[in-house]
């Protein structure tokens, strides 16, 4: 089994900064991509930021581009959101995607946290 615990939501004020975190742990063998998708009531989960293993070339989406940075740390199987200038409608559940090859199944699976709220006052 494989889990990922999301942290470091919460709230603040517009312009201000939240650092996200998803930490990995189970049977892992190796994680692929790491991904951070966001979610308000009544829409689609949105796809925020995608990084691969490697760490280059992480995409984002055109509303976070120049705010938010994604990384991960390999060692620790732990991924980062860094949100930076945060606006009003950031707000929303934010949800750690990671694709993992689980030594309990010896496949790659998609895997989700249980999200974390972050709230921008404005």
């Known amino acids: 089994q494989v889990q990922l615990v999301e942290s470091g939501g919460g709230l603040v004020q517009a312009g201000g900064s939240l650092r996200l975190s998803c930490a990995a742990s189970?049977?892992?063998?190796?994680?692929?991509?790491m991904g951070w998708y966001r979610q308000v009531p009544g829409k689609q989960r949105e796809l925020v930021a995608i990084?691969?293993?490697?760490?280059?070339?992480?995409n984002y989406v055109d509303s976070v581009k120049g705010r938010f940075t994604i990384s991960r740390d390999n060692a620790k199987n732990t991924g980062y959101l860094q949100m930076n200038s945060l606006k009003s409608e950031d707000t929303a559940v934010y949800y750690c995607?990671?694709?993992?090859?689980?030594?309990?199944?010896?496949?790659?699976?998609?895997?989700w946290g249980q999200g974390t709220q972050v709230t921008v006052s404005s």
């Open positions: 189970g049977s892992i063998l190796r994680i692929n991509t």
């Open positions: 995607n990671a694709e993992v090859l689980s030594t309990s199944t010896w496949t790659v699976q998609s895997y």
């Open positions: 990084i691969g293993r490697s760490g280059s070339s992480p």
